[in-house]
């Protein structure tokens, strides 16, 4: 049997990505996509398995050159989401579903083994507490909430609601990765030090919460925060996706401060470049030693 460090879960997505000046690009994109490429560019052994309709996306092609192994599953859609940005940094759009993923199963993962389920989605559906429950008792869990509160509405555009659920599995995770809205939206608090404590507190195991301007992680011991550090914003799209996978993948290696350090010099040499991070842990280490 195959064994792995990480396999990333997920859909991919049809991305419409509209800009403030309304240039638009289409691209094969998902949380899947970003997560993947971080988390075997960071030097772990990775799997990724997701699932969309054959005829809509070519996988193979939008994962070329990934160092990971490349695992699928159909769909009869293919989650697609329109982004309009209203800013040129990108923190302010609008998101509208043009297409929504059959939610995954855990046995349609992949019979290997791996260290950590790292469970990249995209909205609320994707995953359930039975799929989460089921990784548990078979590796480590590390979900980005993202898929929790994101919700198609009736009109297709989407919201951001509380997680009814979280009280119920926020003890199944090892990894818990929350941006500072969505944490408000989870604990009611603006202070991104006492939401992690809280989100710690209801049982999730350790917190990475990412902010434009730094990324905090929590232990239950302490709070560790590290400045991001970006020349620029071009590779904006897909930052908390990097973020979290080089956390969970350098969190394998090293101590809670050292792979918060990592992940987000890992994050701000990715953002300076549009797409996935298609460099390598050298790099990333390089990065370290002239920014940080």
Same mark, same amino acid.
């Given at each position: 049997?195959?064994?792995?460090?990480?396999?990333?879960?997920?859909?991919?997505?049809?991305?419409?990505?509209?800009?403030?000046?309304?240039?638009?690009?289409?691209?094969?994109?998902?949380?899947?996509?970003?997560?993947?490429?971080?988390?075997?560019?960071? &030097? !772990?052994?990775? @799997?990724?398995?997701? #699932?969309?309709?054959?005829?809509?996306? =070519? $996988?193979?092609?939008?994962?070329?050159? /990934?160092?990971?192994?490349?695992?699928?599953?159909?769909?009869?859609?293919?989650?697609?989401?329109?982004?309009?940005?209203?800013?040129?940094?990108?923190?302010?759009?609008?998101?509208?579903?043009?297409?929504?993923?059959?939610?995954?199963?855990?046995?349609?993962?992949?019979?290997?083994?791996?260290?950590?389920?790292?469970?990249?989605?995209?909205?609320?559906?994707?995953?359930? &507490? !039975?799929?989460? @429950?089921?990784?548990? #008792?078979?590796?480590?869990?590390?979900? =980005? $909430?993202?898929?929790?509160?994101?919700? /198609?509405?009736?009109?297709?555009?989407?919201?951001?609601?509380?997680?009814?659920?979280?009280?119920?599995?926020?003890?199944?995770?090892?990894?818990?990765?929350?941006?500072?809205?969505?944490?408000?939206?989870?604990?009611?608090?603006?202070?991104?030090?006492?939401?992690?404590?809280?989100?710690?507190?209801?049982?999730?195991?350790?917190?990475?919460?990412?902010?434009?301007?730094?990324?905090?992680?929590?232990?239950?011991?302490?709070?560790?925060?590290?400045?991001?550090?970006?020349?620029?914003?071009?590779?904006?799209?897909?930052?908390?996706?990097?973020?979290?996978?080089?956390?969970?993948?350098?969190?394998?290696?090293?101590?809670?401060?050292?792979?918060?350090?990592?992940?987000?010099?890992?994050?701000?040499?990715?953002?300076?470049?549009?797409?996935?991070?298609?460099?390598?842990?050298?790099?990333?280490?390089?990065?370290?030693?002239?920014?940080?």
């Amino acid at each position: 049997m195959k064994e792995y460090d990480i396999m990333v879960v997920g859909p991919v997505s049809l991305d419409h990505n509209i800009d403030y000046l309304g240039n638009e690009r289409k691209e094969v994109g998902g949380a899947v996509v970003a997560s993947g490429f971080a988390a075997a560019g960071s &030097g !772990a052994k990775t @799997a990724i398995f997701c #699932k969309s309709n054959a005829a809509d996306a =070519d $996988v193979k092609e939008r994962f070329a050159g /990934v160092n990971a192994d490349l695992y699928w599953a159909a769909s009869k859609a293919t989650c697609s989401i329109r982004n309009q940005y209203f800013t040129a940094d990108k923190e302010k759009r609008a998101c509208t579903s043009m297409g929504v993923c059959d939610p995954f199963r855990f046995e349609e993962l992949p019979q290997v083994k791996t260290k950590v389920y790292h469970f990249a989605g995209l909205v609320y559906g994707d995953f359930d &507490g !039975a799929l989460l @429950a089921e990784a548990a #008792k078979h590796g480590k869990v590390g979900l =980005d $909430v993202q898929c929790m509160l994101r919700h /198609v509405e009736p009109d297709k555009s989407m919201a951001f609601h509380d997680w009814a659920e979280k009280k119920e599995l926020l003890p199944l995770m090892d990894y818990f990765k929350t941006d500072a809205a969505e944490a408000e939206v989870l604990t009611g608090l603006t202070d991104r030090v006492e939401a992690a404590k809280m989100l710690h507190d209801w049982g999730a195991k350790e917190v990475v919460i990412t902010h434009n301007t730094e990324v905090l992680a929590y232990d239950g011991n302490k709070v560790y925060t590290c400045p991001i550090k970006a020349r620029n914003l071009s590779g904006r799209t897909g930052r908390g996706d990097t973020t979290f996978a080089g956390y969970i993948a350098e969190r394998q290696r090293g101590s809670v401060e050292e792979a918060l350090n990592f992940c987000t010099a890992l994050v701000s040499l990715k953002m300076e470049t549009p797409g996935p991070f298609k460099g390598t842990r050298e790099d990333v280490l390089a990065y370290m030693k002239e920014f940080y």
